[in-house]
């Protein structure tokens, strides 16, 4: 056979096998691909309305997750009142979970220290709607990427890599587990409304009032004392002003003598804000009929009282 003709055949070989193995891809059954991938999250742990969080054995420092009337609230080990927990924060991570997949990375007990996923070592993560158990996770270290977790299923001794940033949600920022943070999830905005929904506003201290705040159809009108005039300027104050934000949330007992108010009304609803003396001369501030008590800068009285 000549040289010309053994290259031709040659060629035709390697073509030849190059379609073969294309076929040959194209016709593997579908979802082999997708098999590497396991969903372990479900649509019912997004539905929980009490979830716990806990590191090790370290019950003094665990955080419990609780809707009581449609609100999350946050209960501490070194607290004996409850935090207002930020919803959308809440409901993001536990949407997040309930969607969790995950690839399958170990499947024996003995390589759990590795992960840092033995109890002692992980973080704990469990849900519940009423008394049943929904959900019990650990979650270890974390994976070759700053966004992803070794985590593992309590009725599971496999160890999945997934592509959540779980430790970071609770301020943990090393490598393996550590106690979580309740910072991140501690909502600190006192009381915030759209500025069109805003009809009326009145500031008492002392028991006299100082200012009152109308929309009228001509626009937004002030009275001190016994005048009332326009004031262009009350959307700029307001702006200012809204959404209330605190420094920290303390114990209800630190409310004590109040000293002003100020009553809010809007197109749907009256809210009364109540102000006493707070430590450092600062102040507390506590929405009427709530059971928090936040604390706020001296600087945020002082635009009440001159607005």
Do not use: C
């Amino acid at each position: 056979m000549s040289r010309r003709n053994l290259f031709l055949l040659t060629g035709l070989l390697v073509f030849v096998s190059l379609i073969y193995f294309i076929l040959q891809r194209s016709a593997r059954p579908p979802g082999v691909t997708e098999a590497l991938w396991v969903r372990l999250g479900k649509d019912s742990w997004k539905e929980v309305d009490r979830w716990e969080v806990f590191w090790g054995g370290n019950q003094t420092q665990k955080l419990v997750f609780r809707r009581l009337d449609g609100e999350w609230q946050i209960k501490t080990g070194d607290k004996d009142y409850p935090l207002p927990a930020r919803a959308s924060s809440v409901e993001d991570f536990l949407g997040d979970l309930s969607q969790l997949v995950g690839e399958e990375r170990a499947a024996q007990k003995e390589l759990w220290p590795r992960f840092a996923l033995t109890p002692d070592q992980a973080l704990h993560l469990k849900g519940y709607q009423g008394s049943q158990e929904v959900f019990y996770l650990y979650v270890g270290k974390r994976g070759p990427a700053w966004e992803t977790n070794f985590i593992r299923v309590k009725s599971s001794p496999k160890v999945y890599l997934v592509y959540q940033n779980l430790l970071s949600r609770f301020e943990i920022w090393k490598e393996k587990p550590a106690a979580p943070s309740v910072k991140p999830w501690v909502d600190l905005e006192i009381w915030s409304a759209p500025l069109a929904d805003l009809k009326e506003l009145a500031f008492y201290w002392q028991g006299k009032r100082l200012w009152q705040l109308k929309k009228t159809a001509e626009g937004w009108k002030i009275l001190k004392k016994t005048s009332e005039s326009p004031f262009p300027k009350a959307e700029e104050k307001l702006r200012a002003l809204f959404p209330l934000v605190a420094q920290e949330v303390v114990a209800p007992k630190a409310f004590s003598q109040e000293k002003g108010r100020l009553e809010i009304k809007t197109a749907y609803k009256e809210v009364t804000l109540l102000v006493a003396p707070g430590p450092k001369e600062g102040y507390l501030v506590k929405v009427s009929g709530k059971p928090y008590v936040y604390a706020v800068e001296k600087a945020l009285l002082e635009k009440l009282r001159q607005f």
